[in-house]
C-alpha cells in the first residue's frame, strides 16, 4: 500500500487573497478599526472587493510576500499585525522570532478566522470560493493517483469541514473522504498526522509520499522515514527552494509536473524493494 499524503493550500489551491479577505475581517473585528490605516480600516465585502484589488495592490502584494513562512492559521493575524507596524520580515527565521514575542491575543484570533471565513461560506459560498482557486494540474494528478489505486489523504492545518466541501463534485471533484482530511486537530506538527497515517492503515513509513509548499513542515517528518516534496508553484521562496535542494528534498516547480514526478519516485522505490 501506498499513501500520497498533501497539503491544502499552497499544493491544491492558491489560498492567499482567502486568507487575506478573511484574516482582514477577523482582525477589525477582534481589535476595532479606530487606528487601522491598512486596507482604509474597512471590512472586506464581495461588493467591494474589485476595487481592494485595484487599490491596494502593494500591500497585498506584501501581505503575498509573507505567506511563505505561515505554518498555521494563527499566522495570518500575525500577518495582519506585522503590516500594521510596518515590519519588514524577509525570512522564516524572522517570523518565527517575531511570532514568540509577539502574541497579541493570537488563541483568539485562531477562532475568529474561522469563524469568520464560515461566516463568507454561508453568505455567498461560490464567492468565496472564487477567492481560492485551484491549480487544476494538480487536481489532475490527485485523481490519476486515485484511479491507481494509491490512497491519497490530505494533511492540513485548515479545517475538515471547509476542505471536503470544495472537494464535491460540483466545484473541484476530489475524489478524497471526509475521514481522509486531517486537519489543524493534530496541532502544528505535521508529523502527528504521518504517524496517525502509519498506524490507522499500517503502512510503512518509506511508503507514505508527503507534499506540502511549507519547507518547514517537510523538515519536521522527513526524520520519519518517509518522501518529501516541495511544492514550488506557489508559495516557496528562492531561500527555501535552495535550502531544500542541499538538504536533498526534491522540489516540483510546475504543477503540471505534480503527477510524473512523484509517480517517477515511487516506481523507482518499487524497483529498488
Known amino acids: 500500500m501506498?499513501?500520497?499524503?498533501?497539503?491544502?493550500?499552497?499544493?491544491?489551491?492558491?489560498?492567499?487573497?482567502?486568507?487575506l479577505f478573511v484574516s482582514h475581517n477577523a482582525y477589525l473585528k477582534l481589535f476595532g478599526n479606530e487606528k487601522r490605516k491598512q486596507f482604509g480600516g474597512k471590512p472586506f465585502t464581495f461588493q467591494n472587493w474589485p476595487t481592494i484589488l485595484q487599490k491596494y495592490s502593494?500591500?497585498?502584494?506584501?501581505?503575498?510576500?509573507?505567506?511563505?513562512?505561515?505554518?498555521d492559521?494563527?499566522?495570518?493575524?500575525?500577518?495582519?499585525?506585522?503590516?500594521?507596524?510596518?515590519?519588514?520580515?524577509?525570512?522564516?527565521?524572522?517570523?518565527?522570532?517575531?511570532?514568540?514575542?509577539?502574541?497579541?491575543?493570537l488563541e483568539k484570533f485562531y477562532d475568529a478566522f474561522f469563524k469568520e471565513r464560515k461566516k463568507l461560506q454561508e453568505e455567498d459560498f461560490e464567492g468565496w470560493l472564487s477567492l481560492e482557486p485551484p491549480y487544476e494540474?494538480?487536481?489532475?494528478?490527485?485523481?490519476k493517483f486515485v484511479k491507481e489505486g494509491i490512497k491519497v489523504m490530505v494533511a492540513t492545518s485548515n479545517r475538515t469541514e471547509f476542505i471536503f466541501q470544495v472537494f464535491h463534485p460540483r466545484y473541484y471533484d476530489i475524489?478524497?473522504?471526509?475521514?481522509?482530511?486531517?486537519?489543524?486537530?493534530?496541532?502544528?506538527?505535521?508529523?502527528?498526522q504521518i504517524q496517525?497515517?502509519?498506524?490507522?492503515?499500517?503502512?510503512?513509513?518509506?511508503?507514505?509520499?508527503?507534499?506540502?509548499d511549507q519547507l518547514a513542515?517537510?523538515?519536521?517528518?522527513r526524520s520519519l522515514g518517509i518522501s518529501v516534496f516541495l511544492a514550488g508553484w506557489s508559495y516557496a521562496t528562492i531561500q527555501q527552494k535552495g535550502?531544500?535542494?542541499?538538504?536533498?528534498?526534491?522540489?516540483?516547480?510546475?504543477?503540471?509536473?505534480?503527477?510524473?514526478?512523484?509517480?517517477?519516485?515511487?516506481n523507482r522505490r518499487l524497483k529498488y524493494h
Not at 137 to 143: L, P, S, V
Request: proline letters at 2%; aromatic letters at 12%; a negative charge.
Open 137 to 143: 494540474e494538480a487536481i489532475k494528478g490527485i485523481r
Open 73 to 105: 492559521a494563527i499566522d495570518y493575524g500575525l500577518i495582519q499585525k506585522l503590516m500594521e507596524n510596518g515590519k519588514n520580515i524577509q525570512s522564516q527565521i524572522e517570523f518565527d522570532k517575531y511570532r514568540k514575542t509577539d502574541r497579541f491575543g
Open 175 to 192: 475524489p478524497v473522504k471526509y475521514e481522509d482530511i486531517l486537519d489543524f486537530n493534530f496541532g502544528e506538527d505535521k508529523s502527528k
Open 217 to 221: 513542515h517537510l523538515e519536521q517528518t
Open 243 to 266: 535550502r531544500a535542494k542541499i538538504e536533498g528534498i526534491p522540489v516540483i516547480n510546475r504543477s503540471e509536473d505534480f503527477y510524473s514526478i512523484l509517480k517517477e519516485h515511487m
Open 58 to 71: 502593494k500591500e497585498i502584494e506584501y501581505y503575498r510576500s509573507l505567506r511563505p513562512y505561515i505554518r
Open 2 to 19: 501506498k499513501v500520497l499524503a498533501i497539503d491544502y493550500d499552497g499544493v491544491i489551491v492558491d489560498s492567499v487573497l482567502d486568507s
Open 196 to 212: 496517525y497515517i502509519h498506524e490507522k492503515f499500517k503502512v510503512n513509513l518509506k511508503d507514505i509520499y508527503f507534499m506540502d
